[in-house]
Structures are given as C-alpha cells and as structure tokens.
C-alpha cells in the first residue's frame, strides 16, 4: 500500500444525526420524538481508495454523505479533515472545506442548472476555487483539462452545450468534471450511476476508479447495489437502519459475508456479471422484508426483528463490533467468543 493510502484524509467517528418529528396539532405523543437516521457512525477514507457505503433504501447513507460534505449539522460525533476536528455552517470556512471535499449527486440533471452552459458551470466552479488561472487562455487550458479527465472530449465540442443537450452518462461526466474544478482529496459519491442507463454505468465507475488513482482520491462510494461495490471499492461498509453493521475488504465482506444482514444483502441482489448488462442491477427490497421505524427503533441489535439468527440478548444488547477476520468486522453477537457462531456458517 502506497505510503498515502495508510493515512485517513476524513474521518467520522461516533458520527449522529436525530431528525426531530415534528407532531402536528395536539400530537403531543410524538414531541420529542426524532428519526434515528444515523447513529454512531465510525469511518475513514484514505487517499487513493474507494470505500463503498452499502445499505438498502431509508438506512441513513446520504444523511451520512451530508454530514461528512458538512451540508447538514451533526447530532453528534466528530468529522475530522486530516485529523482536524472541523464544523463549519456555510462562509468562507465552508467553501474552504469544499475545496477539499466535493460531493457528487444521484441526479445530474438536478444538480446542474438547465439555463447554463457547461463553460458556465465549470468555470464558475474554477473561480470559485481559485484555479481559473489568469489569462483567457489559462481558463481555456482549465477548461480543456477538466473535460479531458471526464473523457468529454474534444472540449469544444461540449461546452458550448446545455444540461438537456448531453446524455445522461454525459451529465454525469460534466458534475464530476465540476467536483473536480475545486482539485478535492474526497469525493463523496452518492449513487452516482444509479439514475443512470444500466448500459453506460460501468464506463462511469471506470472513469472514477481512473480519477481516484490519478488523482490519488479517497472516494466514498455509495450504493444499493452490492455487485458494484465488489468491482469498484477496496472497503465495503454495511449500513443497517442508521448503523454501520459491517466492514472490511470489499472482496472478503462480500465473498463471505459474515453478518446475518449482509448475507441477506447478497442473496436479494443480482449476479455481479449483471452490472453492465441489461438486468436490473440494484438489490430487490421486496426479498429484504420490512426496515424498522427509525422513530422507535428495536432495541439491542436493530436487526433483530428480521434475523433468523437472533437469541435473547441480541433483543437488548446493541453488539459492538467484534474482529471477524484481520480483514472484516460484524457488529452481531454471533462473533462474540462467548457465542457458537451458526452450524456451516464462519
Ligand atoms: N431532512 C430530513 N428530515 C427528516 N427525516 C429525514 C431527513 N433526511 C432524511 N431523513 C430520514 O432519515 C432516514 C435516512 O435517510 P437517507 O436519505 O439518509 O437514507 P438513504 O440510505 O440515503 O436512502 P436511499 O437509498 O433511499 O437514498 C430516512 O428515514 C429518512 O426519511
Ligand atoms: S446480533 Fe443477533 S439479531 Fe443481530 S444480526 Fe447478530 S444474531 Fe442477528
Ligand atoms: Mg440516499
């Protein structure tokens, strides 16, 4: 492992956001009462890696990319810029934060503006960061650059164009070039390539895991899709309900997956060969049964009440995390020494 791969660019430790539920009325039953969209969320990104965030639907995986691009304040916990505790509410401290941590949407198509062009949008990204250059010319070079790691080329060719008049994957391609303006070291990648066609998802992925070794990026990639995160991350996390679940090489945790939840990941999602083909290639939440109310979620180990695994205790102790391999951790009581892990399981 390179010498800057071993060190965390951000890190979020004990990380927590309660959204309050706000009671209409006389529904005094429900003041106070707030949803548990994450809690306790422990992780580091590392130059140069990719770390996919796992989870199905509701599970807490934007609030988390939220937090960590600083666009929501934090219940709890610490999010720490090269080991530097940092919160920061807009302003200049913002802007300089993003200068370092760029996020990336689900939709392109929202996130840039039907009435500019992509000259517009990238160069109004490049002053905003201080790398438009000085001359016309050094914004044309700029210009040409950015297009040209996003594989949009020649750049004449597109940025003259308007959102509506690339395709979707192109879009795509001009955020990305976008994040880039602002030379980030994180990437904060939420579902970037579930909006779009299936056919054209992998040349995405491709151009990210480039950038990322380019440009020596820590990525967080998240996503439904398991598959994807088996080709294209180093680490996987498992979010379950607000809480991380499992970790660990990508390769291990989703080869011998060893917490009841991501086995139930695996079995609902598509064949990885899927991918690029024409199937669907997120997991089927209909197989995954029903999320628990994050209004009141179930004590002890927040899965329980759907895991064909659960015993006593896992009703009302929350299990820690628990050294499954020198590769991967689960937070279940099944790995805990004092408890017989299930017949034919690891
Ligand atoms: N601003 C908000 N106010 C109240 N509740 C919120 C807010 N944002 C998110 N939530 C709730 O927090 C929980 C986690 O939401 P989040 O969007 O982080 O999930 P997700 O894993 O990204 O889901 P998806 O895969 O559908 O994008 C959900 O129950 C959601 O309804
Ligand atoms: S802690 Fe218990 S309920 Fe939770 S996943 Fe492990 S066995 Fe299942
Ligand atoms: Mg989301």
Redesign the pocket.
């Known amino acids: 492992m390179a010498p800057e791969q071993t060190t965390a660019v951000l890190e979020a430790e004990g990380l927590t ?1 309660h ?3 706000r009671g209409a009325g006389r529904d005094v039953l429900r003041r106070g009462a707030a ?1 548990h ?2 809690d306790d969320v422990a992780l580091s990104l590392h130059r140069g890696r990719v770390t996919a965030l796992v ?12 937090l960590l691009a600083q666009l ?1 304040t934090r219940t709890g916990g610490a999010v720490r810029l090269h080991g530097k505790d940092v919160t920061v509410h807009g302003g200049r401290r913002f802007r300089a934060y993003c200068r370092s941590v760029q996020l990336i949407f ?1 939709d392109p198509f929202a996130s840039l503006n039907p009435v500019h062009t992509v000259r517009y949008h990238l160069t109004r990204a490049l002053r905003v960061h201080g790398h438009a250059g000085r001359t016309a010319r050094e914004l044309e070079e700029a210009l040409t650059d950015l297009l040209g790691r996003v594989r949009l080329t020649p750049a004449e060719q597109y940025l003259a164009k308007f959102p509506h008049e690339l395709s979707g994957g192109q879009r795509q391609r001009v955020a990305i070039a976008r994040a880039l303006a602002a030379r980030p070291e994180v990437l904060l990648a ?2 970037p390539v579930s909006m779009l066609d299936v056919s054209i998802r992998l040349g995405v992925l491709n151009l990210l895991r480039d950038l990322k070794e380019q440009l020596s990026l820590a990525v967080l990639y ?1 996503t ?1 899709d398991i598959a994807s995160a088996r080709y294209f991350a180093d680490e996987t996390l498992v ?1 379950y309900a ?1 809480r991380l679940v499992e970790g660990g090489e990508s390769e291990t945790v989703t080869q011998s997956p060893a917490h009841p939840y991501t086995r139930l990941l695996i079995d609902s999602a598509p064949d990885p060969e899927r991918i690029g083909s024409a199937q669907r290639a997120e997991l089927d939440e209909d197989d995954l049964g029903e999320p628990p109310s ?1 209004v009141t979620p179930p004590a002890g180990c927040r899965f329980h009440p759907r895991c064909p695994h659960a015993m006593e205790r896992c009703t009302t102790e929350l299990p820690p995390r628990f050294e499954v391999s020198g590769k991967q951790w689960a937070a279940c009581w099944l790995y805990d020494n004092g408890s017989p892990a299930p017949a034919g399981e690891s």
């Open positions: 956001k959204f309050p539920v949803v969209a994450v989870g199905e639907s509701g599970s807490g995986k934007s609030t988390v990319a939220r929501q689900q939420d579902e998240i439904h979010m607000g994050l």
